[in-house]
């Protein structure tokens, strides 16, 4: 869908929700069990909080060999897209308060933040590109290698110059975490570019400087916990931004984990206490992130999703395979080579399969932001002509 379509639809639109259908029906019972629409204010406001607080929390409790899959990826990008839709619907239901100091510092605070997230969400893209185009050599090697037939020399020379290739995109990828000459394609179509010029950032269009450490580290600046007599005169509304800082911080901390974008970081400081419902499984959740990179296989990983670092492992070991290969080759070393062939293949299906929803997934946040930065932009605008 356009960016104008996100930047013209009206904040009531039900219809442009675009979450998964599943995810949908869970939002159905949650809501049946929790009267959001007939609640209070404050009663809303404490749903939210829940409702970030479950989600983390099943994030977290996925086993290790589920961390930082495509598909735990998409949950995570499906966790932010719901609670972004409540949030949302929060600040546009008191869009009264959002040019009242406190709030006017808060929100917009937010959206210089979520402005940032969206260079992000272009240089994740670009990642899933690079990914993309690592399939494409292993479509190659499982091509050449196709287990029907018997292996011969042309067609493991065939796959080899393959892994070759795949073995040098991945060790440049490796190495240009710290300078990438690329630029990202934008999310945004040129007739959107008009309505988003007010952004101060390169969201359509990420600079040979631009480095995605210290894009999550100014969005992580200056994120302090809302003092006591703010939250008493904002009715906790300050809260809810707050915790959806926090949401977007590390949802954008943990794509950069596990995609490659250029000049990857992981050191941000999550300053926040176990006071907030959802503090503690965000809190495991980095550290799990955090020791799963410092493992000694995942080091100088160009990005830790698990399907890079499978691409990595079944092209390592099919090379020294075929290095060891020679012909014409016995009937035990051509079993264990289609055994490794049939290895990469899973590893291709899941890419496969996983990244086109993934990519989609990213614009979909990408948009569900400028959306809600434009609708809150709108609020301001109309609370100061009022005010007048």
């Not at 609640?39 to 970030?52: C, H, I, N």
């Amino acid at each position: 869908m356009p960016a104008t379509d996100f930047l013209r639809a009206p904040a009531s639109s039900s219809s442009s929700s675009g979450f998964p259908i599943s995810s949908r029906k869970r939002d159905q019972i949650h809501s049946m069990e929790s009267p959001n629409e007939f609640a209070g204010p404050e009663m809303e406001l404490e749903s939210f909080q829940r409702q970030v607080s479950e989600r983390l929390h099943d994030l977290s409790s996925s086993d290790s060999d589920d961390l930082l899959s495509i598909p735990w990826i998409r949950k995570l990008l499906d966790t932010f897209l719901c609670c972004h839709e409540d949030f949302r619907v929060i600040v546009f239901k008191n869009r009264g308060q959002l040019s009242k100091p406190p709030m006017d510092k808060y929100i917009s605070d937010y959206f210089e933040r979520s402005v940032k997230a969206l260079d992000v969400c272009n240089a994740i893209r670009d990642g899933i590109e690079r990914v993309r185009q690592w399939q494409k050599q292993l479509e190659i090697v499982l091509c050449a290698l196709d287990s029907r037939r018997t292996i011969g020399e042309g067609q493991l020379r065939r796959a080899k110059k393959a892994l070759i290739d795949l073995a040098i995109a991945m060790l440049d990828d490796k190495e240009s975490s710290s300078s990438v000459a690329h630029r990202n394609r934008s999310f945004v179509r040129n007739n959107a570019h008009r309505e988003l010029r007010s952004f101060r950032s390169l969201s359509w269009s990420v600079s040979r400087t631009w480095s995605a450490a210290r894009q999550i580290q100014a969005i992580g600046s200056n994120l302090v916990a809302p003092k006591t007599n703010e939250t008493i005169s904002t009715n906790r509304l300050n809260v809810a931004v707050f915790t959806m800082s926090h949401l977007l911080l590390f949802v954008m901390w943990a794509l950069v984990a596990a995609i490659p974008c250029q000049d990857r970081g992981l050191q941000i400081h999550l300053s926040v206490t176990r006071q907030y419902l959802w503090a503690t499984p965000m809190l495991a959740l980095h550290e799990r992130i955090l020791e799963e990179s410092k493992r000694r296989d995942r080091r100088n990983s160009c990005g830790l999703l698990k399907e890079i670092h499978g691409i990595d492992k079944c092209a390592r070991h099919m090379n020294e395979l075929a290095d060891s290969a020679h012909f014409p080759l016995t009937e035990q070393k051509e079993a264990e080579m289609k055994e490794r062939v049939q290895e990469l293949a899973l590893v291709h299906e899941a890419i496969k399969d996983g990244l086109d929803p993934l990519e989609r997934q990213v614009r979909q946040v990408f948009h569900r932001i400028v959306r809600c930065r434009t609708e809150g932009l709108e609020s301001f605008g109309v609370a100061n002509s009022h005010s007048r």
